[in-house]
């Protein structure tokens, strides 16, 4: 058997490299996808300044809800900070030698020309305490802090403003521009660039900075080098064993990388998330590409399988000879594309990086279980589609089979038919779901809704290719005449032919219209929202991250100023009970500081009201109330960003949560239960009588005292957000433009092993008198047909779950479509078509029609 598997494999080179193509495909695909989700496990970047620190106590990375008998947790949705008072209990336990809290909190040097300065390779630098120098290999020339209105510079901080010992400079940190005298320079010996570089402050000075005297940073575990030392391990389980319950993780070795770093373990959970969100489609696809390209390859064999079957083959021999080729080809395949995958993993890698959502340092981890895994998929894979395969041909009566082995079958199986049917039905009553409701669980499902009839058009693509030809057949004859005829009665008698070509292409057109303007009409809607909801004249943000929380205070002092509103932007959780199991739902969310809110903002309240706003209160979206089934006077149960649950009392209702944020706290509380430190903006609003022109200018010179302020109208924040949800938009795309391709090479694969198959076909039309150039321009006729009817089905069926999110998000039922992103899709996969069915006739006209036939 395995000889005969061989033989085959080797006289058929040309039949099996379309299945080749897309098994190579579809491990380059789930190689890159894997390393993606490994890199989110992995840490992201080396450890540089608690590298002294064997251990580090940081606070807890996840929270968890329990509802009735079941339990849920997620990853915080920022770092959360560690009480103050264990300190001292971590400082006491045996072979601790010392226990530093460390404090960290956003500051900047400011050059001479009122500029920001960043470190080696534009980092960011960051404000700690000189306790903290202990825990990194620092050499330090000069001496520590002692006073408040001292500090230490990292030599490369140093260096861009040319600041040695005994110098003054200008610090922007959580408060205003503040003069400091420079005592010491620290220059990292760890190797490499700092990636934040530190700027010390005398101990005290930093919890003044830090603002939050009941919490520390982390706290780095230095052990005790007594007589024999301790061993690392033993030392981690009495800290643990002191520490149970409070809330507190342990990190040792390249985890506390994640400590270190808030940006990467923010990045890591980004990856994650994408993964997660698109991992399982990947995988369908893939499988679904892998099943349609071996059914079109034993399709085309049914001639030399019906002769199999009639000279003696057993169906058990059948399913054995089929089910060693695909394993032959798929193992082959599948270990080839996982090479590829890592180079595609890198350059995406590259591709997050440039969009801002990986750090530019952010290394993915490239280890074997990706790799496995997609050899795994892809093996599986194609087992199942050759079994599924196999099982159709064996079902037939030999005679039957060598009878009916050159023509079409009419009509489906009526499993087949029933189930496209059913997931039809079900995908289109899945997209009206926002018409009815209001949550996140109706969009969620409207978008898998019309990935389910994109599926189902795959499914029933024979009989819908053929009503779609019937429309077509009279205007084609009507315009091309007998060339027409011909390419209308080719369709028509080969309906199963044309779908295979067609549905790649449905699904490419399909799941890019799914995947992109779902994103796209929420970006504009909230660009929409966020518009028409600021009252405000100006917004003013920061470039060091923001704005002292002072700043609204000194700024509503201005002449002509008649308030200002600082406001926090961040995401947190929210939960439900639903069927006796919590669900946990990730939501933006906006703090305000409470005063004057109806002078700024208009988050069009439909109930309730934002005077009432206070820390132990809440506003939601209508889309966020309904989701988490709570009215005016409830309690939320909502996770703030460090992992606290609070049940505040909810007592607004609003539309615009889109461009503003489905739940509305105090900004108070966001700074409580965040790193944050820093107001992301502050909105301004100008006193009737006042002159704009002036005041715009007093805002202005406030860059002397917030060094990096930024003065923008009141389209400000919607231009924020804009650009913050197109970085978001990019960021997304970038993995689906990779599904994309693979869907494009799928199409290109099929179209051309459909068009090779009938060379038969080619020469008997040469033979009885047609020329090359009749026969191409009767391909042309073909392949337009085969584009249109794709654009047609692949545009219309997202359609019903686009106009029904749009509906349920904005209240209007059309959906933003980009008309150059609409027509990027459309000509890409036009030409994708045109190409994998015209170059290949070429190349088959080429032959003899004697030789050909």
């Known amino acids: 058997?395995?000889?005969?598997?061989?033989?085959?494999?080797?006289?058929?080179?040309?039949?099996?490299?379309?299945?080749?193509?897309?098994?190579?495909?579809?491990?380059?695909?789930?190689?890159?996808?894997?390393?993606?989700?490994?890199?989110?496990?992995?840490?992201?970047?080396?450890?540089?300044?608690?590298?002294?620190?064997?251990?580090?106590?940081?606070?807890?990375?996840?929270?968890?809800?329990?509802?009735?008998?079941?339990?849920?947790?997620?990853?915080?949705?920022?770092?959360?900070?560690?009480?103050?008072?264990?300190?001292?209990?971590?400082?006491?336990?045996?072979?601790?030698?010392?226990?530093?809290?460390?404090?960290?909190?956003?500051?900047?040097?400011?050059?001479?020309?009122?500029?920001?300065v960043q470190g080696a390779d534009g980092r960011t630098s960051d404000g700690t305490n000189w306790s903290a120098a202990g825990l990194g290999p620092f050499q330090r020339d000069g001496r520590e802090p002692q006073q408040a209105d001292e500090v230490v510079l990292e030599r490369s901080v140093a260096d861009r403003v040319q600041a040695k010992v005994g110098d003054s400079v200008e610090i922007a940190s959580t408060r205003a521009a503040t003069p400091y005298r420079v005592v010491g320079i620290?220059?990292?010996?760890?190797?490499?660039?700092?990636?934040?570089?530190?700027?010390?402050?005398?101990?005290?000075?930093?919890?003044?900075?830090?603002?939050?005297?009941?919490?520390?940073?982390?706290i780095g575990v230095l052990a005790d080098q007594g007589t024999n030392g301790t061993d690392i391990g033993t030392l981690k389980g009495r800290i643990g064993a002191a520490l149970k319950g409070t809330g507190t993780e342990l990190y040792t070795g390249a985890g506390r990388s994640s400590v270190e770093n808030p940006d990467v373990a923010s990045a890591r959970g980004t990856l994650k998330e994408l993964a997660g969100a698109l991992g399982g489609t990947v995988v369908i696809i893939t499988m679904m590409v892998v099943g349609s390209t071996l059914a079109l390859n034993v399709h085309q064999r049914r001639r030399e399988l019906a002769l199999l079957r009639a000279v003696g083959a057993t169906p058990k021999q059948i399913h054995k000879m089929i089910a060693g080729e695909v394993l032959l080809i798929s193992v082959v395949a599948s270990v080839l594309g996982c090479f590829p995958g890592t180079a595609v993993a890198g350059l995406l890698r590259a591709a997050f990086s440039a969009v801002g959502m990986l750090p530019e340092d952010f290394e993915f981890s490239y280890g074997p279980i990706p790799m496995v895994a997609a050899?795994?998929?892809?093996?599986?894979?194609?087992?199942?589609?050759?079994?599924?395969?196999?099982?159709?041909?064996?079902?037939?009566?030999?005679?039957?089979?060598?009878?009916?082995s050159q023509t079409e079958q009419p009509g489906l199986g009526r499993a087949r038919v029933v189930f496209g049917a059913l997931l039809l039905l079900i995908g289109f009553a899945a997209s009206t779901l926002p018409l009815f409701f209001g949550s996140v669980f109706a969009v969620a499902g409207a978008a898998t809704g019309g990935l389910l009839m994109v599926i189902a058009c795959l499914m029933l693509a024979p009989p819908v290719v053929a009503r779609a030809t019937r429309l077509l057949a009279a205007p084609f004859r009507r315009r091309f005449g007998d060339l027409g005829y011909l390419a209308v009665a080719n369709t028509q008698a080969?309906?199963?032919?044309?779908?295979?070509?067609?549905g790649p292409l449905i699904l490419a057109i399909g799941f890019a219209s799914v995947q992109l303007f779902i994103p796209t009409t929420m970006s504009a809607a909230a660009g929409d929202q966020a518009r028409a909801g600021v009252l405000a004249d100006y917004t003013l943000t920061g470039e060091a991250g923001g704005l002292p929380v002072d700043a609204p205070q000194q700024i509503r002092g201005l002449p002509g100023v008649e308030t200002a509103v600082g406001t926090i932007r961040i995401d947190?959780?929210?939960?439900?009970?639903?069927?006796?199991?919590?669900?946990?739902?990730?939501?933006?969310?906006?703090?305000?500081?409470?005063?004057?809110?109806?002078?700024?903002?208009?988050?069009?309240?439909?109930?309730?009201?934002?005077?009432?706003?206070?820390?132990?209160?809440?506003?939601?979206?209508?889309?966020?109330?309904?989701?988490?089934?709570?009215?005016?006077?409830?309690?939320?149960?909502?996770?703030?960003?460090?992992?606290?649950?609070?049940?505040?009392?909810?007592?607004?209702?609003?539309?615009?949560?889109?461009?503003?944020?489905?739940?509305?706290?105090t900004a108070e509380t966001l700074l409580q239960h965040s790193s944050r430190r820093l107001y992301d903006s502050v909105l301004v609003r100008v006193a009737g009588t006042a002159d704009p022109k002036k005041t715009e200018a007093e805002l202005t010179a406030l860059t002397t005292r917030y060094p990096g302020l930024q003065v923008r109208d009141k389209g400000g924040l919607s231009a924020a957000q804009q650009r913050t949800a197109t970085a978001g938009l990019l960021g997304n795309a970038l993995p689906l433009?990779?599904?994309?391709?693979?869907?494009?090479v799928a199409v290109a694969n099929t179209l051309v092993m459909t068009t090779l198959s009938r060379t038969r076909e080619f020469a008997l039309l040469r033979l009885v008198g047609a020329t090359p150039d009749q026969v191409l321009r009767m391909m042309r006729m073909e392949t337009l047909m085969l584009i249109l009817i794709a654009v047609a089905v692949g545009t219309l069926v997202p359609l019903p779950p686009l106009m029904m999110v749009s509906l349920g998000l904005t209240g209007s039922p059309l959906p933003y479509i980009p008309p150059l992103l609409y027509l990027a899709i459309i000509t890409a996969t036009s030409a994708l078509a045109a190409a994998a069915v015209l170059i290949p006739t070429r190349l088959a006209l080429r032959a003899r029609p004697v030789e050909a036939g």
């Not at 080969?494 to 067609?502: F, P, Q, S, V, Y």
């Not at 433009?737 to 494009?744: E, H, K, N, R, S």
């Open 186 to 218: 620290v220059t990292f010996t760890g190797g490499g660039a700092l990636r934040t570089p530190p700027v010390f402050f005398a101990d005290d000075e930093a919890r003044t900075l830090f603002g939050r005297p009941d919490q520390v940073s982390a």
């Open 375 to 404: 050899v795994g998929i892809g093996v599986l894979a194609a087992q199942v589609a050759g079994f599924t395969v196999a099982r159709k041909v064996v079902a037939i009566r030999p005679v039957e089979a060598l009878s009916g």
């Open 494 to 502: 080969n309906a199963r032919r044309l779908a295979a070509g067609i």
């Open 1 to 116: 058997m395995f000889q005969l598997i061989v033989k085959t494999l080797r006289e058929r080179k040309a039949g099996f490299v379309g299945a080749f193509v897309a098994l190579f495909g579809a491990s380059v695909l789930i190689t890159a996808f894997g390393i993606i989700l490994q890199s989110g496990i992995g840490n992201g970047v080396p450890v540089q300044r608690y590298a002294a620190a064997p251990i580090v106590v940081g606070g807890d990375r996840s929270f968890s809800v329990h509802d009735g008998k079941k339990t849920k947790s997620k990853p915080i949705t920022d770092v959360a900070g560690v009480p103050a008072d264990l300190v001292g209990r971590v400082a006491g336990i045996p072979g601790v030698g010392r226990a530093v809290g460390v404090l960290t909190f956003p500051a900047q040097v400011v050059d001479k020309d009122g500029k920001l």
């Open 737 to 744: 433009v990779l599904v994309f391709g693979y869907i494009a």
């Open 572 to 665: 947190l959780y929210a939960s439900t009970p639903l069927l006796g199991s919590p669900e946990i739902f990730k939501y933006s969310a906006e703090g305000l500081a409470p005063g004057d809110l109806d002078r700024v903002v208009d988050l069009d309240v439909t109930s309730g009201s934002l005077d009432k706003l206070a820390p132990d209160t809440v506003a939601l979206s209508k889309g966020a109330a309904a989701t988490l089934g709570v009215g005016i006077g409830d309690k939320a149960r909502i996770h703030l960003p460090d992992g606290q649950t609070v049940h505040p009392q909810v007592i607004a209702i609003y539309q615009r949560g889109l461009g503003f944020g489905d739940v509305t706290l």
